[in-house]
């Protein structure tokens, strides 16, 4: 793990935040990368959140969410491959989501 699993954990929350909750998640997505959040379920806890050392401008993470469903409030916990990459401009860089799968 790098010191950007602790560093991202705040940016973490606010995806699976969105993921769960909205279908469009755009502004998550790095560029050419094509992702549709769940709409329509609210996180609960990420229980695990670890990003991978690496180099270069992509990272391989890991992370386990319980979801909410909110309606029925039953929980669901899904463990996620995610694949974060480097996003620069102008004086920003952040890390987007590239692909996320479900294990």
Do not use: H, M
């Not at 996180?43 to 469903?69: H, K, Y």
């Amino acid at each position: 793990a790098t010191g950007l699993t602790a560093s991202a954990t705040t940016e973490a929350l606010s995806l699976f935040q969105a993921y769960g909750k909205e279908t469009d998640v755009g502004a998550l997505v790095a560029p050419g990368s094509k992702i549709a959040g769940l709409g329509g379920y609210d996180l609960d806890t990420l229980s695990t959140w670890v990003v991978f050392a690496g180099d270069g401008d992509t990272r391989q993470a890991r992370a386990t969410v319980r979801w909410s469903e909110p309606t029925s409030k039953s929980l669901l916990e899904q463990t996620y491959t995610v694949t974060l990459q480097r996003v620069t401009g102008g004086n920003t860089e952040r890390w987007q989501l590239a692909s996320i799968t479900g294990n």
